[in-house]
């Protein structure tokens, strides 16, 4: 296959970007996306021309790395997968695709394909968490969960943090992300006693990262590559209310 | 060398190995004693002294996200370091199957010393006796802590907990969140240091990569390190070091390793004096999926937990070009149920590779180049029903699909053995302190549990008791025990090490050759995989050895860089790690050559059974290997820990 491809280069976060055309022939449709990047790449530098800088490490889809605008659309748009799990065989010889970085105002560029997604990490530091010290645990058959419960929190739980959802919103919000752990850790017994706490904490982070707020266009969980679900925002508006009424502050 | 069987009748003396440098530090007594004895003994820091005491740990993964974490917690003051963007990004997050332990939930007959053994002769008795008790002790608290933590196991309608089983184990101990175990244990890991990057115990790094360790008076007392983002060296002076730096996989090119993953950190504090141990204990994992061309970048593995269920085959006849579907069953060859009825398609790793190397060998492998071997799930699917197979696998078959465009619901599964773990590493004492005082290893970056292979489900469970409850105590022995002095960065040596590291990077960007940074890696992985990969000669070996050095003259002569050195140069990085695999791969090829038994994942083709099983030869290697370097790899110097063995007998490590 040959492929024409736009890609996004920007030197630094300073520095202003554009669009670069590049052609890429000999193209397997057995090859992932990231590999015909790697392909590029490998003709730039034989070009004397520096490489295009994408963030991408496991290649398996669960560490969250990689993540650009395919066409418009995160990760491509193909169901439930990453930008390193999507294969050439979706496009066709002599396609066109245009690759940009995420685009969000908590997600700076650094350079070419690379933000900043440190804000998702800032988001977690303000309570994403179970204080449980190691060596307080008590044997791990002492508190049953409910199969259902534990699978629905497994389910929000799947997270990757690679930033698709915030990237694939009109409004730039971290709701999807802020909600699959606020679900993760609320549909769990030892998850309770910060219940409160943690959803005014993280939902106070998150706004003031610059994260856009939620209108329910439903795109973040379209593009989430592990189809975190759209009801589990339902369920941190739901902790927020209540620990709102409750008359909690945003500090423990 | 000889490949007929071994005589009954031992005539010759054992040689015995002693080297007082390695000295292994396990505490006397019976060695179901020895780590509580050992926790009583150890000196304390007190809670209000520890936020005085610096600790460094780079890495953070399931070792070094917890080590981190449960020092943070403790009160110390931590600096952690990792190269991802974020620290919940680490390699530890791609684990797929489980982590063992030994709570006996299922009332199958489990218990800690079971998991012990099965331990030690799943490492083919090449791993040290005492790490391995603790290793399988602190087990069940593992699972307390991440239950505790909120790690979502999958669970039985009960709501109690459900376990799987797993190679290398006729009992049911493996802890499983679905297909993506690593990546739960590791969220949770990384909570619990959020927390504490949020109290002001830990401050992290991300984007960092370490390049150098800093000793002082012959002790660890700081790293040197690159921001990816702005190039800035900066030094980092501390009480201990930790260095949870995950395995070298990567040395060859292709293997189910992170692209990141790297041997810089082991590598740069094994050039500082810390010995390497037993760098050629590589794991080639045998459920992976086939390379599919030359642009190949990397290889995904298919849990082990799917031989649970898959049942693995080829074509009895040679050169069989059916579709899988249209051999009937007769004409089919269950290999792995064929030789080894008793653990059948749940031998363990090193053992079903080999058989499937075997019978590709022997031209019965499917799929392009008869680089491959069935593994098929319609017999579960007709037991169990289609909807209990996708519960229990769904996501891999999922990923099957999308990378191979095949739907194994439909037709089985093809795979091939593919480098997954490196059991080797740097050499560490009881305490999981390394040959240089002050700098301690953890996780996968250690050489201690594993022995010459790794069973399924234990690099997740080696990661964390190192992490939560082995470093934090010792760390605390070695800062209370004391005995060096408060250092600051104006030390000649802070700037020997910076400037090392500087000039490193002058080096790469000036050679201005003609190849790329991944052409000499690629070429690197050829021959690691040709001549020290899944079987090994004393003759491609010594090719080796002539291969490498002349590679390792040619990458410094003709390797382009692009760019500076003050921006993010993802060239420059790989550059580093590049030229650390190339020196590091000789060193594992004169560690193979000199192993003329086989064991585990190390097999030497002059040393076999009849029936090709792998010969070991206790009288001559009952040892760990551990490399001392000077100059260069040609010249490291060996030395040997005699392994004791106490409580079990070495016996013939049998699946059949």
């Known amino acids: 296959m040959k492929i024409t491809i736009n890609v996004w280069r920007q030197k630094g976060a300073q520095a202003s970007g554009r669009l670069v055309k590049y052609q890429v022939d000999h193209v397997s449709p057995d090859m992932s996306f990231l590999e015909m990047l790697d392909i590029l790449n490998q003709q730039l530098i034989s070009k004397n021309e520096e490489p295009v800088a994408f963030d991408h490490d496991c290649r398996e889809g669960i560490c969250g790395s990689c993540g650009v605008m395919i066409n418009g659309l995160a990760h491509g748009g193909q169901l439930a997968t990453t930008t390193c799990q999507l294969h050439m065989r979706s496009f066709k010889d002599g396609d066109e695709i245009t690759v940009e970085p995420w685009r969000a105002k908590a997600f700076p560029v650094i350079k070419d394909l690379v933000v900043d997604r440190g804000a998702f990490d800032k988001i977690i530091q303000s309570g994403g968490y179970i204080s449980a010290g190691t060596g307080s645990a008590p044997d791990a058959n002492s508190t049953p969960i409910a199969k259902e419960n534990a699978d629905l929190s497994f389910d929000a739980a799947q997270c990757i943090g690679c930033g698709a959802c915030v990237a694939a919103c009109p409004n730039a919000s971290a709701m999807l992300f802020t909600s699959a752990k606020i679900a993760h850790l609320g549909l769990l017994p030892q998850g309770q006693p910060e219940r409160k706490s943690r959803v005014l904490n993280m939902v106070a982070t998150m706004d003031a990262a610059g994260f856009g707020g939620c209108t329910n266009i439903g795109e973040c969980s379209a593009a989430c590559p592990k189809e975190i679900g759209l009801h589990f925002i339902g369920r941190l508006n739901r902790d927020l209310l209540s620990a709102t009424i409750a008359g909690g502050s945003s500090v423990d | ?656």
């Open chain 2, 1 to 656: 060398m000889t490949t007929e069987t071994k005589p009954q009748v031992e005539t010759r003396k054992p040689v015995e190995y002693t080297d007082a440098r390695l000295n292994a530090n396990a505490p006397a007594g019976p060695l179901e004693q020895k780590w509580s004895k050992h926790k009583f003994e150890m000196k304390l820091v007190n809670p209000a002294n520890r936020r005085k005491h610096t600790i460094i740990v780079v890495g953070t993964g399931l070792a070094g996200g917890a080590a981190a974490a449960t020092l943070g917690e403790q009160g110390y003051n931590v600096k952690a370091f990792c190269y991802q963007d974020s620290a919940r990004r680490a390699h530890s997050i791609a684990a797929q199957g489980g982590i063992n332990a030994a709570k006996n939930y299922r009332n199958d007959g489990d218990s800690v010393q079971r998991l012990f053994y099965d331990t030690i002769k799943g490492g083919d008795f090449r791993a040290r006796e005492a790490n391995v008790y603790r290793l399988a002790e602190l087990s069940v608290n593992i699972i307390d802590q991440c239950v505790s933590q909120g790690v979502p196991f999958a669970r039985e309608y009960s709501g109690y907990l459900d376990n799987r089983s797993f190679g290398g184990a006729q009992v049911s101990r493996t802890f499983y969140a679905r297909g993506q175990t690593g990546q739960q244990l590791l969220l949770g890991a990384y909570s619990a240091l959020s927390r504490q990057v949020a109290a002001g115990t830990v401050q992290l790094n991300e984007r960092t990569e370490m390049l150098d360790i800093i000793i002082i008076d012959g002790r660890a007392r700081g790293i040197v390190t690159r921001d990816m983002v702005t190039g800035e060296i900066e030094s980092h002076l501390g009480d201990a070091v930790i260095l949870a730096t995950g395995g070298y996989s990567n040395v060859y090119y292709l293997s189910t390793n992170a692209m990141g993953c790297n041997v810089t950190a082991a590598w740069r504090a094994h050039k500082r004096g810390a010995f390497f141990a037993n760098p050629c204990y590589t794991q080639i994992h045998p459920t992976c999926i086939p390379v599919s061309g030359d642009h190949q970048s990397k290889l995904t593995l298919m849990s082990e937990s799917l031989r649970n269920d898959g049942r693995v085959w080829v074509p009895k006849e040679k050169g069989d070009a059916r579709s899988p579907d249209k051999v009937p069953e007769e004409e089919r060859d269950y290999f792995l149920e064929r030789r080894y009825p008793s653990y059948g398609n749940l031998a363990p790793r090193d053992i079903a590779s080999r058989a499937a190397k075997m019978v590709c060998d022997a031209g019965q492998g499917v799929g392009p180049g008869g680089l491959g071997v069935y593994l098929d799930f319609s017999a579960a699917m007709k037991r169990l029903g289609e909807n209990t197979v996708r519960a229990r696998y769904g996501n891999l078959f999922d990923m099957y699909e999308r990378i191979t465009g095949e739907n194994p619901y439909k037709v089985p599964m093809r795979i091939y053995p593919a480098v997954h773990y490196t059991m080797g590493g740097l050499w560490v004492d009881y305490n999981l302190m390394s040959t240089i005082p002050g700098m301690f290893v953890g996780g996968e970056a250690n050489f201690s549990d594993h022995g010459a292979n790794r069973l399924g489900a234990s690099a997740l469970m080696q990661g964390l008791a190192d992490g939560y409850f082995v470093l934090p105590s010792t760390i605390g022995n070695y800062v209370a025990t004391g005995g060096y002095s408060q250092v600051d960065s104006s030390h000649p040596a802070v700037a020997e090490a910076v400037n090392a590291v500087k000039d490193r990077i002058q080096k790469f960007l000036t050679i201005n050759g003609t190849r790329t940074v991944d052409s000499f890696h690629r070429e690197l992985g050829n021959i690691m995989w040709e001549y020290c990969g899944m079987s090994r000669t004393e003759e491609g070996l010594k090719k080796a050895l002539t291969l490498l050095p002349a590679l390792r003259e040619k990458f410094w002569s003709d390797v382009r860089v692009l760019g500076s050195g003050n921006e993010l140069n993802q060239e420059l990085e790989k550059a580093g790690r590049v030229a650390d695999f190339i020196e590091l791969g000789e060193l594992m090829v004169r560690d193979a050559l000199e192993r003329g038994e086989s064991c585990g994942g190390h097999f030497r083709e002059e040393s076999q059974t009849e029936e090709g099983e792998a010969l070991r030869n206790d009288d001559e290697y009952c040892y760990v290997a551990a490399w001392e370097h000077f100059g260069d790899p040609s010249q490291a110097v060996l030395h040997r820990e005699q392994l004791q063995f106490e409580s079990i007998k070495l016996a013939t490590r049998s699946y059949k």
